[in-house]
């Protein structure tokens, strides 16, 4: 009994880490002027999972951090590191990407946003599966 119940927590202990993924930090401006985030030279990082959402026949991406993060940290990081005018903190893989934001306990922290245009792509699936049914 004792060993099925250390399996099954193993079990989901081991799903729930899988689905955890990293990204980097960068501090911003509201001009958008950005620097990432080091400390000791190394990248900072943090733990959550990228997701996407839908406004409208607009895309966007963000980041939805661990519970634990302390954002107040991060932020504090950002400003003693390259000025006050670093309020934002906000995920970003490469220096190509998107401006994204983070999001935390269900609310979006400030920072800028980027959306993705896709034209009625989702409009045009709907109309034909309800063609077909």
Same mark, same amino acid.
């Given at each position: 009994?004792?060993?099925?119940?250390?399996?099954?927590?193993?079990?989901?202990?081991?799903?729930?880490?899988?689905?955890?993924?990293?990204?980097?930090?960068?501090?911003?401006?509201?001009?958008?002027?950005?620097?990432?985030?080091?400390?000791?030279?190394?990248?900072?990082?943090?733990?959550?999972?990228? &997701?996407?959402?839908?406004?409208?026949?607009?895309?966007? @991406? =963000?980041?939805?951090?661990?519970?634990?993060? !302390? *954002?107040? %940290?991060? &932020?504090?990081?950002?400003?003693?590191?390259?000025?006050? @005018? =670093?309020?934002?903190?906000?995920?970003?893989? !490469? *220096?190509? %990407?998107?401006?994204?934001?983070?999001?935390?306990?269900?609310?979006?922290?400030?920072?800028?946003?980027?959306?993705?245009?896709?034209?009625?792509?989702?409009?045009?699936?709907?109309?034909?599966?309800?063609?077909?049914?």
């Amino acid at each position: 009994m004792i060993k099925n119940l250390f399996l099954i927590l193993g079990s989901l202990f081991i799903v729930n880490n899988i689905h955890a993924e990293n990204t980097y930090v960068i501090c911003a401006t509201k001009d958008k002027k950005w620097d990432w985030l080091k400390e000791n030279g190394d990248y900072v990082t943090v733990s959550g999972q990228w &997701k996407t959402a839908q406004s409208g026949y607009n895309y966007y @991406s =963000y980041f939805k951090l661990k519970d634990n993060t !302390n *954002i107040n %940290d991060l &932020k504090n990081k950002c400003i003693e590191k390259f000025g006050i @005018s =670093y309020i934002f903190i906000q995920p970003a893989s !490469n *220096i190509y %990407d998107d401006w994204m934001l983070f999001e935390m306990n269900e609310q979006f922290l400030k920072g800028i946003m980027s959306f993705t245009p896709v034209y009625d792509i989702g409009h045009f699936y709907n109309s034909q599966i309800k063609k077909a049914q």
